[in-house]
């Protein structure tokens, strides 16, 4: 089993820019999560989709958006990347929420805005 | 929202030595904590968690250990080695749609841990 698969693993992008970043799970997990980990400020959740077909803000969701495409995969989508979004993008999942279960994170994706 | 305080930011010990890392929390209805550590580069991972109906767990060389009252949750390593050396993690979890982490698990800042040889 890969667990929890996540790609880029390094992007650069200019001002203005769109990607999406993508994130895919073999474990059968209903929850799927998007943080950020800037230095000095911990795991900051973006957004959440605790079930396929629904998907809900975390702390910091301005600036991005998500879709929950099927049950084993979870997007993140800058549509106009800013420099304060330089950040690594980690995608997690757990089978049941975060708040009462282990997460599975992926590798990370390192994203540099200039 | 739920507020997780963790320190230090940075520990230094030396090889053999005990560390303890601390976090306070605020919401009283929190009842699960866990810890993750993250090596330099990789990803986070679970490495011990504690709920409300204990006071204290152990595995191995780690215990967590847990004071409602006080409202706050510690990590132990015993003995440690320079496997050791990571950043750690502590989270609480919250009422969902409190803010912070919004399903429910909000992190602190992390401990930079440095095992000395």
């Known amino acids: 089993n890969a667990g929890v698969t996540q790609t880029p693993k390094f992007q650069v992008l200019k001002t203005g820019q769109s990607m999406t970043l993508q994130c895919a799970q073999d474990?059968?997990?209903?929850?799927m999560y998007w943080y950020r980990q800037d230095p000095g400020m911990g795991l900051r959740l973006i957004y959440y989709s605790a079930s396929e077909g629904t998907t809900d803000k975390g702390e910091v969701p301005n600036g991005y958006n998500v879709s929950r495409l099927n049950k084993r995969e979870f997007s993140l989508r800058l549509e106009s990347a800013a420099p304060s979004q330089t950040s690594v993008y980690f995608c997690?999942?757990?089978?049941?929420?975060?708040?009462?279960?282990?997460?599975?994170f992926g590798e990370g994706s390192r994203l540099t805005v200039l | 929202g739920e507020n997780v305080e963790q320190h230090p930011s940075t520990l230094s010990v030396q090889e053999g030595d005990s560390a303890v890392i601390k976090c306070t929390y605020s919401?009283?209805?929190?009842?699960?904590f866990p810890w993750y550590k993250q090596e330099l580069g990789k990803r986070p991972q679970l490495i011990i968690d504690i709920r409300s109906n204990v006071g204290e767990k152990k595995d191995q060389r780690i215990a967590v250990t847990l004071n409602k009252t006080a409202k706050h949750f510690s990590l132990h390593i015993t003995e440690t080695q320079p496997e050791d050396s990571a950043v750690y993690f502590c989270a609480a979890s919250s009422r969902s749609g409190s803010g912070g982490g919004a399903d429910g698990l909000t992190f602190g800042k992390g401990t930079h841990l440095i095992i000395q040889p």
């Open positions: 919401d009283s209805a929190s009842n699960y």
């Open positions: 997690a999942s757990s089978e049941v929420r975060a708040n009462t279960g282990e997460l599975f």
């Open positions: 474990m059968n997990h209903n929850s």
